[in-house]
């Protein structure tokens, strides 16, 4: 089947505006996951969902991040007022359960430039 | 959480196997080790992963130590499409029911023709 999807691909937005960034899981997965890619840098866990719940948002940076989850399948991660420092790639995985080992799949991201 | 250590860049001959190391001595007894790959303006693919036996399928082979500190990825006849950054990833708990995937570095392979 389909494989995780994001939009958009690419975002520009004005320092101080509002983003919002979609997930669309693998159909059936209950985990997922928000990470961000700054340049040149490895991956930062953001947020994990279980179903419709986030029990671990340890990673999101400041109160400007939120993100939901609704009917256990898309995810929206949303930034208020954007600092330049929010350049990124935003990337989301789901996985199958979330709990033991089970892998999981990347989408291909979305790039938010912040100017 | 158990830390990698990876060397950031290698190159390897098209056609060759490609040997991507990876120290993790602090890598616990119920600790996984997790590949993955990404290639340029694209989300990590998953590779392969393993506990203690070497492991091997489509993609590559993983070798791990007898102690478990470091491990090997193998990919047995690189291409230029195999040039990517590689991760090695200790798989963690965060103690929340988060599985969340801790990235370093990673290391940068150039596959030469």
């Known amino acids: 089947g389909a494989g995780v999807s994001q939009s958009p691909s690419n975002k520009v937005t004005e320092k101080g505006k509002d983003v919002e960034l979609r997930c669309d899981p693998i159909?059936?997965?209950?985990?997922l996951y928000w990470y961000r890619q700054s340049l040149g840098q490895g991956l930062e866990f953001l947020i994990y969902f279980q179903g419709n719940s986030a029990p671990d948002k340890s990673g999101l940076p400041s109160d400007r991040f939120s993100a939901e989850r609704t009917g256990g399948s898309v995810s929206t991660l949303t930034i208020q007022r954007t600092q330049q420092e929010d350049s990124a790639v935003y990337l989301c995985?789901?996985?199958?359960?979330?709990?033991?080992?089970?892998?999981?799949?990347f989408g291909p991201g979305t790039r938010l430039t912040v100017l | 959480d158990a830390k990698t250590t990876q060397p950031p860049s290698m190159d390897c001959a098209e056609g060759r196997a490609a040997n991507l190391p990876c120290n993790h001595s602090t890598i616990s007894g119920n600790e996984y080790v997790y590949w993955y790959r990404q290639i340029h303006s694209q989300g990590p693919q998953y590779i392969i992963h393993?506990?203690?036996n070497n492991e091997t399928n489509e993609m590559a082979s993983l070798i791990i130590t007898e102690d478990r500190k470091s491990s090997t990825l193998i990919l047995p006849h690189a291409t230029l499409r195999d040039t990517a950054v590689y991760y090695c990833?200790?798989?963690?708990?965060?103690?929340?029911?988060?599985?969340?995937?801790?990235f370093g570095k990673g290391t940068k392979l150039s596959v030469i023709p």
């Open positions: 393993g506990l203690k």
């Open positions: 990833i200790v798989r963690a708990y965060s103690g929340a029911g988060s599985y969340q995937l801790t």
């Open positions: 995985a789901s996985s199958p359960s979330g709990v033991g080992l089970d892998t999981q799949y």
């Open positions: 159909s059936g997965h209950t985990a």
